[in-house]
């Protein structure tokens, strides 16, 4: 099998893909090697959105979970990898009604069947993208196995966990203060109502209220007269940051600790425009910081102010309908957009003098996640579910140690979140999702006056509903299905389970793969989905549906900015990257570029049209160095037929042969320690290092003076073992390569049909050897000829010329043995003239002539000749060029501190220009010095 001259991933991976998922290869029942001390391994892949493509953050989660997989699975675990995609309720509903949208046609305007079947389409169309894009990745998923969340299976499983949750009272409709989004017309939760915790640009809006008293029994004038509040002697003055709500306000509401108010409670105060009377109230949720001290009650508009007249007893006034537009109970300000309402309204406070102040000052919005709508806060009929018990029983799992999370210190934040949960309003009132699976009874009527018929069925399916209403309420009945669907995320929550065959706990999949082992996630979806599954998990199956949660981070721009579809600008397609550098590079870079929970910046810039990325550049450059050893091993070995190898005596064995192995099997154990402890990332910077310095820069080399091919090639094959869960493509080819051209020089290597059922390497003990240890020793050698080869580069030597006269001197005898011993090999690689070259004692007499160069690096001193490395005249010239260099850059720094910028620019500024003078005056002394001294 003869290798190109470069590696081209275009050529390799969509070709290693169908072989590998034609073959079976990514199927559980499929492994050969099968370690029994192994427990299997199982993941469910984050089911991305059908809402278009996938982005850098899905290709993240991607990368390292095959990387487990993958390396679970060459550990000898049984393993799978579940695939699959999320139907993404209020997102996918959000994208296809702009598509339609820009073809001038309105969700509104079409039957909920007709508009279901074109987000039916839509989602055929991205999930086709998607799963291109999740091949192309090179993840290892049984595609056999891949899952929908509103595929038949799985909304039998979703209208199994609702009705098992409402039939122990978990799940329950009431009428409730929930965050309305006016675009969306639908309510969301508190998760996917989002707010800047820094707040965005508002005012705050002081404004009178006056109070009733024998001298003022309320307005006479008509509101917008001016006159209004004529009469009136006494005042409330209130604060809001919403003075559209005004007009629903039932109170005016005080702290009982405030002695500036407390003579006022039980006191009437009068609401501008709608002329209501309300009363003055004292409760300790009230501030006394905030603003004046008195504020406002909204009870239909306020979350607080909720809570406030439940406890009060006040009416619940709403002044808005669900597009956010001012109603009937409005007045005069009906028909009007609440913003334009608030515009209106401050006009005519102010006009009607009562408008006080205006500040500016940082309100804290909630947005909805995807319409970017103001939140409402709206008081709606829902579904809830009781999320008391299932949070305690989800923050004692990983009290326990149950459940552990990565990194750790996501915990506190999950014993916050589960410590204070609220219950969780699961209903949306939107036309994709999976529609509540509860039945009203139409006809007869659908109330029961006697209370004994059931007016409602809770069943999975409609049928059952019909069968128990039939027996209820005789043949004739009519059933209307709640027109609700329930948030995304509580299939999303049934995820680990609903794949694997769940509600039938006897099927195969769930007797053998449930509960799976690890949850692989961004932290920015703890509570969304993880917390979910977790609760949902141990309530319904009885078990934790994972035993480790494993956190990255996301990925930013360059300057640390989040990836946001709302900044198409900065979204990177990472089919984009791949064709650039290949998927291997991307994987590599992504893994390798954090840490668990920590966020990633990319480097990546637009050229030409395309993304452009330094770092995986760099990624890509280790395929390349990998694929060129690769080349070299095969052309250097060849394929002649000699009998299989064994390791040769210690004894005789040259010093680099014993080193690389033992390098090899340091490697080894690091890689494993690394990745058994989620350290992915320096697990994979420890076997680069060792494939690109180790192995292809100096075992390499050395491979020139001596061959030992078993060495050779035995730990090539392993490198790729090692490599291979996180560049598969690449590993594969390679290792298929070594299998066509060299198994016979270690047939017991290339068992497997192919590397990724390949058993991943294994650390030996290592034995015990006699004098200094081969890794010690060899770098004594490497610290010797780095030295060397950094005096030719600070001197200009060319690396072609053959050095006269080198003299090492290490700092114990043992490294001089060490150097006697190696000094042919030294030579070698620092292209110096072995029957010149002597390794002495450090107290030794040295033999060169003259004032030697010495450098010392590590623990070599070098000394050279100063005749085979300086070329007098060219040295005098180049520090006479250094010279006039320095002295220009002196006089400079010295005119612009003594000129005007010297007196106007910050002192940190002037003390960072005065220490490049400094330095610069410094270096030519030195400068100066050696040219004298030339």
């Not at 102040?357 to 579910?385: H, M, N, T």
């Not at 709302?566 to 992504?590: K, W």
Request: proline letters at 5%; a negative charge; aromatic letters at 8%.
């Amino acid at each position: 099998m003869e290798l190109s001259k470069a590696y081209d991933p275009k050529s390799v991976e969509n070709r290693l893909q169908a072989w590998w998922e034609t073959n079976g290869y990514y199927k559980p029942e499929a492994q050969l090697y099968v370690n029994p001390d192994e427990k299997p391994f199982v993941i469910t892949i984050p089911p991305p959105n059908v809402t278009g493509t996938l982005h850098m953050g899905h290709a993240l989660t991607l990368a390292i979970e095959d990387l487990m997989t993958r390396y679970h699975r060459m550990k000898g675990a049984r393993t799978l990898y579940v695939p699959g995609t999320d139907h993404a309720g209020i997102a996918t509903q959000s994208v296809v009604e702009k598509n339609l949208a820009k073809q001038g046609r309105k969700r509104s305007d079409m039957s909920r069947s007709d508009f279901i079947e074109e987000v039916w389409d839509w989602k055929e169309h991205s999930h086709e993208i998607i799963v291109g894009q999740s091949k192309a990745m090179g993840i290892s998923a049984d595609w056999s196995r891949e899952a929908f969340t509103m595929d038949e299976a799985r909304s039998t499983a979703v209208a199994t966990a609702f009705k098992m949750l409402y039939d122990r009272g978990l799940i329950y409709r009431d009428t409730r203060m929930v965050n309305w989004d006016p675009v969306q017309l639908t309510g969301v939760s508190d998760l996917e109502a989002e707010t800047d915790e820094e707040g965005e640009p508002g005012h705050l809006w002081t404004v009178r209220y006056p109070l009733q008293t024998n001298r003022w029994d309320g307005p006479t004038n008509a509101w917008g007269s001016g006159k209004w509040a004529e009469g009136a002697t006494e005042f409330i003055t209130v604060a809001t940051t919403r003075p559209e709500t005004i007009l629903g306000d039932c109170a005016v509401m005080v702290n009982p600790g405030d002695d500036r108010y407390t003579p006022l409670i039980g006191c009437t105060a009068v609401i501008p425009a709608v002329d209501r009377e309300v009363p003055v109230i004292g409760d300790q949720a009230v501030d006394i910081a905030f603003g004046t001290g008195a504020v406002k009650v909204t009870p239909a508009h306020d979350f607080t102010d909720y809570e406030v007249g439940k406890r009060h007893h006040l009416p619940m006034i709403e002044v808005m309908d669900q597009h956010a537009r001012m109603n009937q109970e409005a007045g005069s300000y009906s028909g009007l957009d609440r913003f334009a309402c608030r515009k209106k309204i401050v006009a005519d406070l102010e006009h009607e003098g009562l408008l006080v102040k205006v500040e500016d000052y940082r309100v804290r919005l909630s947005r909805g996640q995807r319409s970017g709508a103001v939140i409402e806060p709206r008081i709606s009929l829902q579904w809830f579910c009781n999320m008391k018990t299932m949070g305690a029983a989800a923050a004692d799992a990983v009290r326990k140690g149950d459940l552990k999370i990565v990194p750790e210190r996501f915990e506190r934040t999950w014993f916050q979140w589960m410590d204070n949960i609220r219950d969780w309003c699961v209903s949306r009132q939107l036309w994709w999702g999976h529609q509540i699976p509860v039945w009203y009874v139409v006809e007869p009527a659908n109330t029961d006056a006697n209370g004994e018929k059931p007016i409602m069925y809770c069943e999975v399916t409609g049928a059952a509903a019909h069968v128990r209403a039939i027996q209820d309420w005789g043949p004739d009945v009519q059933l209307r299905q709640d027109p609700d669907v329930l948030d995304t995320w509580f299939s999303s929550g049934l995820w680990p389970f609903s794949t694997l065959g769940w509600p039938d706990t006897g099927h195969a999949d769930f007797k053998n793969w449930y509960p799976t082992t690890h949850l692989e996630t961004g932290y920015d979806i703890i509570f969304f989905w993880v917390a979910r599954m977790v609760m949902l998990g141990q309530e319904l199956t009885g078990a934790l549906p994972f035993h480790t949660v494993y956190l990255h981070g996301l990925i930013r721009t360059a300057d640390g900015k989040k990836m946001s579809k709302s900044r198409p600008d900065n979204i990177i397609d990472p089919l984009e990257l791949i064709e650039s550098y290949g998927t291997d590079a991307v994987r590599f870079f992504l893994i390798t570029a954090g840490a668990p929970g920590n966020d990633i910046k990319m480097d990546a810039r637009k050229e030409g049209g395309k993304w452009r990325s330094g770092r995986i550049e760099g990624a890509r450059n280790f395929a390349n160095k990998l694929w060129n050893a690769a080349r070299f091993v095969l052309a250097k070995v060849g394929a002649e037929a000699i009998a299989p190898l064994t390791s040769a005596d210690p004894a005789t064995e040259a010093l680099a042969d014993r080193w690389i192995p033992a390098r090899l099997n340091e490697v080894i154990g690091e890689s494993r320690r690394l990745m058994d402890a989620f350290q992915y990332g320096e697990a994979g910077r420890q076997i680069c290092d060792f494939i690109w310095s180790d192995y292809c820069d100096w075992y390499l080399e050395l491979s020139k003076l001596h061959l030992n091919p078993g060495v050779l090639v035995r730990t090539l094959e392993s490198a790729l073992r090692l490599l291979h869960p996180l560049m598969p493509y690449v590993t594969e080819e390679l290792w298929q390569a070594l299998k066509t051209g060299l198994a016979h020089v270690c047939p017991e290597r290339f068992a497997s049909p192919s590397l990724m059922l390949a058993e991943f390497p294994t650390q030996e003990e290592e034995a015990e050897l006699a004098g200094i240890n081969p890794k010690t020793a060899m770098l004594t050698v490497q610290d010797a000829v780095r030295t060397v080869r950094e005096i030719r580069s600070d001197l200009n030597v060319a690396p072609s010329k053959k050095i006269q006269g080198v003299e090492f001197r290490p700092r114990s005898p043992d490294q001089l043995a060490v150097l006697i011993a190696q000094l042919p090999t030294i030579s070698f690689l620092a292209n110096i003239d072995p029957a010149t070259a002597r390794a002495l004692g450090l107290g030794a007499s040295g033999s060169l002539a003259g004032e030697p160069i010495a450098y010392t690096r590590g623990t070599v001193n070098v000394q050279i000749a100063r005749g085979e490395v300086v070329d007098r005249a060219a040295e005098q010239a180049r520090l006479a060029t250094e010279v006039a260099a320095l002295e220009a850059a002196i006089t400079r720094g010295e005119a612009l501190l003594t000129s005007d910028f010297g007196k106007r620019a910050p002192a940190a500024v002037i003390d960072k220009e005065r220490a490049k003078l400094a330095e610069n005056a410094a270096k030519l002394a030195q400068v100066r010095s050696a040219l004298g001294a030339g």
